[in-house]
């Protein structure tokens, strides 16, 4: 079978297709990036225009780069929730336009599913079970995974997203659109142990995540500074960075470490936008070392939102007989526990 997949719940137009036998034949990616930096953050308006100027010619790409037509297409899949609706709805609409008049069968895919899925793409997949950390702008969760469908939610956050925390501190710093990625950038070039930022939740038992202190703590930690310094230093920015990125992922890596625990399994998966942290994948690939487990995580590309994704977990649910109506139908919010198992 022959799947394309399309994204477009946010920010990103994803357009891929993937190859049961060969595996991905192509992939296209554009990003809004420039589009919403402006004004600090996603346009929802703006990025479901965007994706409808950009859908069709990511699609005639993707064929183009596998060598295909749409004769040779065997199913659509398309991102149908959690996201933005208006994103949503175009890709949900394209690809049951598409689905409809090349005569095959279309199914909704599950944005976090995807992600959690996408470490499958490299040639060395995890399997099953594992404990999956899927951590983004709009989500930090621990999943419990037994099979493709067969999650159980065991800790989220009960505020702000890590990476929502990192965006918003980035700001803090005057740090340009997306501020998560020039945040950790910045923290590269940050001291140790000036500034000690706290470790929320994690002197209570539980898996759950608080990351909207952490930004509290950061306003304050400047406010502090700016009181015998005239101005921030690009050093003060730099530690401030450095102190924050540091607690996250300390945060993370401790309640990662008590979901193996709790659950007895020696894996763990990575995923979302956040797991290209290259800080977070030093301290998670050391931690699985010590405890003798493996851990595994997207190819960069496969970090952010894209086709690729939601082209092989619609792979899998259309070989199983799923898919959608002709309804345009999507979920703006969409628990992973009303998944149907494989």
């Known amino acids: 079978m022959k799947i394309l997949g399309i994204e477009t719940s946010c920010d990103e137009t994803g357009v891929a297709i993937y190859d049961e036998d060969k595996g991905l034949i192509a992939n296209q990616l554009y990003t809004q990036i420039a589009l919403h930096a402006d004004y600090g953050g996603v346009v929802p308006e703006l990025a479901s225009r965007d994706h409808i100027r950009k859908t069709a010619p990511l699609i005639q790409a993707a064929l183009s780069e596998a060598r295909l037509t749409a004769k040779d297409i065997d199913g659509v899949a398309y991102t149908c929730g959690p996201g933005l609706v208006g994103a949503l709805l175009v890709g949900a609409t394209v690809a049951r336009a598409l689905a409809y008049a090349w005569e095959v069968p279309a199914v909704g895919v599950h944005h976090m599913e995807g992600h959690l899925l996408a470490p499958m793409l490299d040639d060395n997949p995890p399997c099953f079970p594992f404990v999956a950390l899927l951590v983004s702008g709009g989500h930090t969760q621990l999943v419990r995974v037994d099979g493709v469908g067969q999650y159980t939610v065991i800790g989220e956050s009960v505020d702000d997203a890590a990476g929502e925390a990192f965006d918003k501190t980035a700001k803090l710093l005057g740090l340009d659109y997306p501020g998560g990625a020039a945040l950790s950038r910045l923290a590269e070039q940050g001291a140790p142990g000036r500034f ?19 930004k509290t703590f950061a306003a304050n930690t400047l406010n502090a500074v700016l009181k015998t310094e005239l101005t921030l230093s ?76 939601i082209a092989y977990a619609g792979l899998l649910r259309l070989k199983q007989g799923q898919q959608s109506g002709l309804a345009i139908d999507v979920k703006p919010r969409w628990a992973m526990a009303e998944l149907p198992a494989l």
């Open 196 to 214: 000690v930022f706290p470790r929320p939740m994690t002197d209570r038992p539980g898996l759950d995540f608080s990351f909207s202190g952490l």
């Open 234 to 309: 690009e050093q003060t920015k730099a530690d401030i960075a450095y102190a924050f990125q540091d607690a996250v992922v300390d945060t993370l890596a401790i309640k990662c470490k008590r979901a193996l625990k709790e659950t007895g399994y020696k894996r763990l998966v990575i995923a979302g936008g956040v797991s290209a942290n290259k800080k977070l994948r030093e301290s998670l690939t050391q931690m699985m070392k010590n405890l003798g487990g493996e851990v595994f995580y997207p190819q960069p590309q496969f970090c952010t939102d894209n086709g690729a994704m």
